[in-house]
């Protein structure tokens, strides 16, 4: 009888026992991590191999809320290599390739996801046209034959491939399977039948395996903070990661998986993030990056040419048509191998190592009065043993394994390492000799032994390592740096005014109404973010660094106060609502600023822009929108030769002329021609059939901002 079990929403278990199908329907990001923690996949036999599916069932919708919902690079990893289903020798072997299900076109992109995810780069020309000499390339080309078994095989040699049509197929000569809907499948077998929606639920989320406390971050000066030790089968921790402050810069290395849920643990907003340093591809790695489409402005990539291009070349597996969009969400900027570059002020070198998929390890100085302090960061490197291998066949030229070497034990005050063994993954003994102050282990899926710890120590989430400390704290530089930028109203006098307001801390979840006179004080984010709730209990206003919740009731009257909640670790300078007012007429900037929150209300309270933008850049969004007034049967024109922007109907309402199709106060018109501005082809005409207002937002604007970019695609 089959039997199916809910993993996590839109993600389902179904069980099959007489077709001997265990299937995964759905895999976003750690979906085998959660099998882990359900039990659905346990170690067998002292733990020489895993149970787990031997199929997976892709969604409709690549893309649900914002998460991708096909990423099944791990589960494909573990039924070949863990549970080793079709290789020789593994005692889990059965000699059947795992099967993988899904519409044509999706399993079309899904195999190019998986080759560059599973190989990189796949051939010498790709390798050489990201700037690597030849004679490396030669020893990068030979180095990935030899973790791939001599040649790149193809997915459809080690995956059966199941391809339905639009009604489903046949997946086995008992077992059918039918498409209901977009994610809503049936199985059918002679005697049973079973249902399961993979739709993820528009009041659902994804969610991580791991269950960690919430914990401030307190850094400065030139600082090392540790967001993840685990790897992509350790369902207790987050994958290993690293956040620096620099100058009270943030800068990510690596986005693993939920990386934006990881950072809010630590009490830091996506928004808070400066750039991102990239070491490979792996999902455990990089598959967090999507978590920074919500953001409220493009983000800066930084990695390797060789990195940077397989990046692309996953990217666009996934994302297909919408890759541009991808490029609107990242500045990508690629930085020279074994070279160091400054950026602001922090200098960053990365140094190409041994893994199956193009890698570097990266090292990080900045300087005070004693001379440099220096971070490595050796992500998926491989074993001294595993490389001498390499050398000692030939396949490898030796000035290339010396080079690699010496960068792994280039001194450093502190240095993080894989840890993981085996294959593809480092010792911790290969490390006993390093001279660095401080080793930290990594990437691991159990805990140091005794004697990984003679050479290394582990670290917790949240850890901090202050290499350079800082008499500046993170809300000193965001007030002397970032203040102009946020409250460019205000006369620079009235700005150092904000710097003498006491700055107040507050843990996540916390109702800041218990504690701060918010019909007296305003609220100014420095980090973290707050969600007010105002006239609408339903709409929840999101402020970021420079928002400054309280505003509106202040300056439109409304007499109902906001109910302001930390949404993570927060910190908040509280203004004086007197004295906020005084700035503002000194400026001469309260009637312009009443009007900013007056068109601010009506875009938050409608589901677009809605709770897609956080404060402050709603602020600058209303800014720039533009009102105008139709008359009853005035011709609104959208597509090829309207305007570039977004018409939001705030009062009145129009019919479409062709579809007879009405539209009322909240919905909008012309998301395509600001989606795809110069590859549109076809315009409407809409009729007014009562005096209608709009606002128009222009498109430029929201291409700038990824979370509404986002929300218009999805």
Request: hydrophobic share 35%; net charge negative.
């Amino acid at each position: 009888m089959m039997n199916k079990q809910p993993v996590m929403p839109g993600v389902w278990w179904v069980d099959i026992p007489e077709e001997n199908l265990q299937i995964l329907c759905g895999t976003p990001a750690d979906s085998i991590k959660h099998l882990l923690k359900l039990g659905l996949v346990k170690p067998e036999k002292e733990q020489s191999y895993y149970t787990g599916p031997n199929a997976i069932l892709l969604a409709d919708t690549q893309v649900q809320n914002g998460n991708f919902w096909n990423l099944p690079e791990f589960p494909i990893l573990h039924m070949k290599y863990r549970q080793g289903l079709n290789l020789p020798g593994h005692p889990g072997f059965t000699g059947k390739n795992p099967l993988l299900i899904g519409c044509s076109v999706l399993i079309d992109t899904i195999q190019d996801y998986l080759m560059y995810g599973h190989y990189g780069l796949l051939s010498k020309e790709e390798l050489q046209e990201s700037g690597i000499p030849e004679d490396l390339a030669e020893d990068l080309w030979r180095m990935k034959l030899q973790f791939a078994g001599g040649e790149l095989q193809k997915m459809e040699d080690s995956i059966q491939l199941v391809r339905l049509d639009t009604n489903g197929g046949k997946i086995t000569p008992n077992l059918s399977i039918m498409r209901l809907a977009p994610n809503q499948y049936r199985f059918i077998t002679p005697n049973d039948s079973l249902d399961i929606d993979m739709t993820l639920p528009r009041n659902k989320n994804w969610y991580p395996s791991f269950d960690i406390p919430y914990r401030r971050v307190e850094a400065s000066g030139f600082s090392i903070v540790h967001l993840g030790e685990g790897n992509g089968w350790d369902f207790t921790r987050p994958c290993m990661g690293s956040l620096i402050v620099h100058q009270g810069r943030r800068y990510l290395i690596d986005a693993g998986p939920g990386i934006a849920y990881t950072l809010n643990l630590a009490g830091i907003d996506v928004n808070d993030i400066d750039a991102i340093f990239l070491t490979h591809v792996h999902d455990d790695h990089f598959s967090g990056l999507f978590g920074f489409s919500r953001r409220d402005k493009p983000i800066t990539l930084y990695a390797a040419l060789p990195i940077m291009n397989t990046l692309k070349h996953k990217c666009r597996a996934l994302l297909g048509k919408n890759i541009d969009y991808f490029t609107q969400c990242f500045i990508l900027q690629a930085i020279p191998e074994g070279e160091w570059t400054d950026i602001d002020g922090l200098k960053v070198m990365p140094s190409f190592s041994f893994h199956p998929v193009e890698t570097t390890i990266m090292f990080f100085r900045a300087e005070d009065k004693t001379g440099y302090k220096t971070y490595g960061h050796l992500a998926d490197i491989c074993s001294k043993k595993v490389i001498t291998n390499l050398a000692d066949k030939g396949h490898v030229n030796p000035q290339t394994i010396e080079k690699v070497f010496s960068n792994y034990y280039r001194q450093c005050d502190l240095k993080k390492i894989d840890a993981g063994g085996g294959l593809i993954h480092g010792e911790t003994e290969d490390f006993k000799d390093d001279k660095s102050a401080k080793i930290l282990l990594s990437h691991t899926e159990i805990r140091a032994s005794d004697s990984d710890k003679k050479y290394g120590v582990e670290a917790a989430f949240g850890d901090v390592d202050i290499l350079i400390p800082s008499q500046d704290s993170s809300a000193a530089y965001f007030i002397n740096n970032e203040l102009k930028q946020h409250f460019p109203f205000l006369k620079e006098k009235d700005r150092d005014f904000l710097t003498t307001c006491q700055l107040e801390q507050f843990p996540e979840g916390s109702n800041l109404s218990t504690s701060i006179d918010l019909s007296k004080n305003l609220l100014l984010v420095i980090s973290g973010s707050v969600c007010g709730n105002h006239d609408n209990p339903l709409t929840s206003l999101k402020f970021t660094a420079g928002g400054l919740a309280g505003e509106e009731e202040l300056l439109l009257n409304n007499t109902g106060s906001a109910n302001v909640v930390s949404r993570n670790c927060t910190q908040c300078l509280t203004v004086p609502a007197d004295n906020y007012m005084e700035l503002l007429e000194s400026s001469e900037s309260h009637k312009t600023r009443k009007h900013t929150l007056e068109i601010r209300r009506y875009l938050y309270n409608w589901s677009f822009p809605g709770q897609n933008v956080s404060c402050p850049k709603l602020d600058r969004l209303s800014e720039v929108v533009k009102e105008i007034y139709f008359d009853k049967r005035d011709k609104l024109t959208i597509g090829k030769n309207a305007e570039d922007a977004v018409y939001l109907l705030c009062g009145g309402s129009v019919v479409n002329t062709e579809t007879g199709q009405y539209l009322l106060p909240g919905e909008w018109l012309n998301s395509a021609k600001v989606i795809a501005p110069k590859s549109l082809n076809f315009s409407q005409e809409w009729e007014v059939s009562q005096d209608t207002r709009v606002l128009a937002i222009p498109g430029p604007s929201i291409r700038a901002i990824p979370s509404l970019n986002w929300a218009l695609r999805e």
